[in-house]
């Protein structure tokens, strides 16, 4: 049985530079700020190249910097994975936090992840969705694949909390569990996705939207009669 619970951020934060570190870093400034650097710099890139295409020469020469630089922060490529993964899955679990405090109406918070997404593809530096890591888990290292897996269970999770919620408050009616429901959401939003990446003139918004409409009875009456 799966784990339900939802991802606790802040909690989370307090072990990501345990997880991901390679070891003691000094606590001088240009060494905190190159390691930032490499993260934002191979974020980018993973959005360009995907993972397998990424590499330390690359990210070397887009920072004008040495790879022992690199090196010396991720000892490896699986360590700078590691704390990517750890980096962005942060990022996301928080973004969708403030999606709780800003839209206490499901319908609308869903709607907003969506534009989340959307957001990416307009800004890859405002990169947190897992997709470039799900294209390439078969050939990720064992410690990555982990992590992403754990991350797609904290995202169906916090789903499932919303549609469930959403369902005794009476905003949503559907049958079965709503950890298979958000199974079903969760497909729309990343396959959908990556089809708007594919053809641009996808509505992600809509196509989530259609698939929310069907859960909301007040909606479904509304097309009914109108």
């Known amino acids: 049985m799966r784990n339900s619970r939802v991802f606790d951020a802040d909690a989370y934060q307090e072990t990501v530079s345990a997880d ?44 004008d910097m040495r790879a022992p630089s690199i090196h010396y922060h991720f000892p490896s490529k699986t360590d700078l994975g590691i704390a990517l993964i750890n980096r962005m899955r942060t990022v996301r679990m928080l973004r969708e936090q403030t999606l709780v405090a800003e839209h206490p109406a499901q319908r609308e918070r869903l709607l907003a992840l969506a534009s989340l997404l959307l957001e990416h593809d307009a800004d890859v530096s405002s990169n947190y969705t897992i997709s470039p890591f799900q294209a390439e888990f078969a050939v990720l290292p064992l410690a990555m694949q982990r992590l992403v897996t754990a991350w797609i269970d904290d995202c ?16 949503f009616v559907f049958p079965g569990s709503s950890h298979l429901q958000a199974l079903v959401v969760w497909s729309v939003l990343e396959q959908g996705y990556q089809l708007h990446r594919t053809h641009p003139d996808t509505d992600l918004l809509a196509l989530v939207r259609q698939v929310v409409d069907t859960l909301s009875p007040s909606i479904a009456l509304q097309e009914k009669f109108s």
């Open 20 to 63: 991901a570190g390679p070891g003691p870093v000094p606590a001088s400034e240009p060494a905190l700020s190159t390691r930032e650097a490499v993260l934002q710099a191979a974020e980018i890139r993973l959005a360009e190249v995907g993972w397998l295409s990424l590499s330390f020469r690359d990210l070397a020469e887009r920072l």
């Open 156 to 171: 169906l999770a916090a789903i499932a909390s919303w549609l469930e919620e959403g369902r005794l408050n009476g905003e």
